[in-house]
């Protein structure tokens, strides 16, 4: 691990501040995934802000309606919490789905929208790779993709983003909160914070250098049967080959967003109209210019028939 420095933020704006001060510094909470890649010469900031201290470890209503989540708050606390549990339960269960007890009890809100791919060649320094080093090449393209994405993927990237509570929090059309340097705040929607990989796969989020993550809006509940499945190679601490987050309502409409199949989680909402017609109907339009490879064409299958048995646990629990 590189030499860097340190300090402890007391406030948001101290954060954004300490940012603008060292421009190759890095946020860091719970460290579940960042210490991995300082270790492993992936990511090499000069410089820590801790915000562990900061008040952004909260669960509360908002005005008419939603919940507002802190940037703090634990995978394990936000899974627990009684109010995700009855308005929310698609998330609750896709955070209980994800990792470990031992790093959900770590795990931010904002660390886990935050964390990087688990590509095998993004992690393998000696291999080319465009997500680290920019204009490097794509070592996925051509090797092992079993794991990696089949659609909106490109020439530059094919990797996937493996939270768990990302897919969640777009079928919930979830707004991500956040504090630039200058003190100006933005509200993102789920559906604009992650980008597609295009030619430049290193940029992936829309999140300007500096932003600092203050919480999660969910809106007003909108019922239905919560469900979320994921399809993976072992029965825990395992990321998703294929996962699916579903709210089906009573008259057969719903949303429908999937993990593990491209570089954000995937939404398609001219899709979830035809959800009374079948899992066969709804993925033909889910996946609509899919390029998988050999090795992950597997996949398309997959989430036809995770979703059929997304829609049969659904209409059993109604």
């Known amino acids: 691990m590189r030499p860097f420095t340190y300090e402890r933020a007391a406030s948001p704006q101290e954060a954004t501040a300490a940012f603008a001060r060292q421009p190759h510094a890095r946020f860091i909470a719970g460290g579940t995934n960042l210490l991995d890649l300082m270790k492993l010469d992936i990511e090499t900031p ?27 708050v634990t ?16 998330l609750s269960r896709a955070l209980l789905a994800g990792a470990s007890g031992q790093l959900r009890n770590k795990a931010t809100t904002a660390g886990n929208l935050l964390q990087r791919t688990r590509c095998a060649y993004f992690y393998d320094t000696n291999q080319p790779c465009n997500k680290r080093r920019p204009g490097s090449g794509c ?9 990696l994405g089949v659609i909106g993927v490109s020439r530059a990237c094919i ?16 707004t991500v909160d956040t504090l630039r340097s200058d003190g100006t705040t933005r509200a993102i929607p789920m559906a604009a914070f ?22 999660v809006t ?20 395992a990321f998703a080959l294929v996962s699916v987050a579903a709210i089906v309502h009573p008259d ?30 709804v ?24 979703l059929e048995a997304v829609l049969a646990d659904a209409k059993a629990r109604a």
């Open 46 to 72: 000069s410089h820590l802000i801790d915000v562990n201290g900061l008040a952004l470890d909260i669960i509360e209503p908002v005005a008419g309606g939603g919940l507002r989540i802190g940037a703090l």
């Open 75 to 90: 995978n394990t606390d936000l899974a627990a919490h009684p109010l995700v549990r009855r308005d929310y339960g698609v």
């Open 139 to 147: 070592a996925a393209i051509g090797g092992a993709t079993r794991q």
């Open 159 to 174: 990797a996937t983003h493996p939270s768990d509570m990302a897919v969640a929090l777009r079928v919930l059309d979830a």
């Open 194 to 215: 992650y980008r597609l990989p295009g030619d430049t796969p290193h940029f992936e989020t829309a999140l300007e250098p500096g932003e600092l993550i203050t919480s």
């Open 218 to 237: 969910l809106p007003p509940p909108v019922g239905g049967v919560h469900v979320y499945h994921k399809v993976r190679d072992r029965a825990s601490y």
């Open 252 to 281: 057969g409409g719903g949303c429908v967003a999937l993990g593990g199949v491209a570089p954000r989680p995937w939404r398609i909402e001219a899709a979830e109209q035809h959800l009374a017609d079948g899992a066969k109907a």
């Open 283 to 306: 993925t033909i339009r889910l996946l609509d210019g899919a390029q998988p490879t050999q090795s992950n064409a597997f996949k398309v299958t997959l989430v036809e028939r995770t």
